[in-house]
């Protein structure tokens, strides 16, 4: 199964580091991707802009509306991702403990969510594009 991780943070207390402090913490997140993708967990991870960076699209009389900003408003906010596999949710959840946001970082606000992917429709595009796939031979 695969499982997605949000990790979260106060924007506010990030941007109060120096920059040596956030290198220290972007590195131990590196080592502990790495040690993911060696163990054939990792399938995808990615660090997100600022929220200030990103426009939020909702429905307003039939129409898209879009505005600045995040989605929503919140304390903490979506600073990264990673994408995981795993037997179940438990394991998951172990997994996930072991990133340095789960560990450290607790006066900034650090923390994540796990939750089971239900579909993953760029997974079934590629099953079903190596199904029509002419055979070798």
């Known amino acids: 199964m695969q499982f997605l991780c949000l990790a979260y943070y ?3 207390k990030f941007d109060a580091l120096t920059r040596d402090e956030l290198d220290a913490l972007v ?3 590196k080592v502990h991707d790495e040690e993911l993708r060696q163990g054939g967990r990792m399938t995808m991870v990615a660090s997100l802009a600022a929220p200030a960076a990103s426009r939020s699209i909702r429905p307003r009389n039939g129409r898209p509306s879009i505005t600045d900003g ?7 906010c979506l600073g990264s991702f990673f994408i995981i596999e795993a037997a179940d949710l438990d394991e998951a959840t172990a997994e996930a403990s072991k990133h340095p946001a789960a560990r450290m970082g607790e006066t ?3 923390g994540i969510e796990v939750r089971p992917i239900e579909v993953c429709r760029a997974h079934q595009r590629l099953d079903a594009e ?3 796939a002419p055979s070798a031979g």
């Not at 995040?70 to 903490?76: G, L, N, R, S």
């Open 10 to 12: 106060d924007e506010k």
């Open 27 to 29: 590195a131990q997140c």
């Open 70 to 76: 995040p989605y929503a408003e919140a304390k903490e």
């Open 108 to 110: 900034l606000g650090w």
């Open 130 to 132: 190596a199904a029509l």
